[in-house]
């Protein structure tokens, strides 16, 4: 569980995985009233991503 958000920022730095794909499971996650652990886990990288947007 600790290393998701470090495989899925390893998968997102190798284009494997969409900016797009992980920013709707930030928002969405498997389901809106009782999002899993590990999507919760996504939220510090989730941030980082939008506000690399933001800036760009």
Do not use: C
């Not at 390893?10 to 590990?38: C, M």
Request: cysteine-free.
């Amino acid at each position: 569980m600790k290393l998701f958000p470090e495989v899925v920022r390893s998968l997102y730095d190798q284009d494997v995985l969409a900016e797009d794909t992980i920013l709707h499971w930030g928002a969405k996650g498997n389901n809106p009233k009782r999002r899993q652990s590990f999507v919760m886990a996504l939220e510090p990288f989730v941030k980082w991503l939008e506000e690399a947007e933001e800036e760009e």
